[in-house]
Nanobody
Framework: QVQLAESEGGLVQAGGSLRLSCAAS????????MGWFRQAPGKEREFVTL???????RYRESVNGRFTISRDNAKNTVYLQMDKLKVEDTAVYYC???????????????WGQGTQVTVSS
């Protein structure tokens, strides 16, 4: 069974940086796309970024140029480097895995428990 575990998030000031990691169980196929989604209070879960098994990436427009996704298949780990953070980036961030290449949460079969990222002004 595929299991995903995000690292602890945190509190950071606007303009700062934070790196999240997502450790996947060894059963996670290396061909899966790995994604990050986020959900702010009172809002729907939204796509942030994904990386395919060929390391092709996609980003939400509002984070493009500030966030970077990467993966280390040898360690079964995906990283999300978040720079120039804004207050509006505050949300619970979820790691997810999918056999497809899609920005839709419905296409992701496996999810982590989520980790809180809070950006203060």
């Amino acid at each position: 069974q595929v299991q995903l575990a995000e690292s602890e998030g945190g509190l950071v000031q606007a303009g700062g940086s934070l790196r999240l990691s997502c450790a996947a169980s060894e059963r996670t196929p290396s061909t899966y796309s790995m994604g990050w989604f986020r959900q702010a209070p009172g809002k729907e879960r939204e796509f942030v970024t994904l990386i395919t098994w060929t390391e092709s990436t996609r980003y939400r427009e509002s984070v493009n140029g500030r966030f970077t996704i990467s993966r280390d298949n040898a360690k079964n780990t995906v990283y999300l480097q978040m720079d120039k953070l804004k207050v509006e980036d505050t949300a619970v961030y979820y790691c997810a895995a999918s056999p497809h290449v899609s920005t839709s949460a419905r296409q992701f079969d496996y999810w982590g428990q989520g980790t809180q990222v809070t950006v203060s002004s």
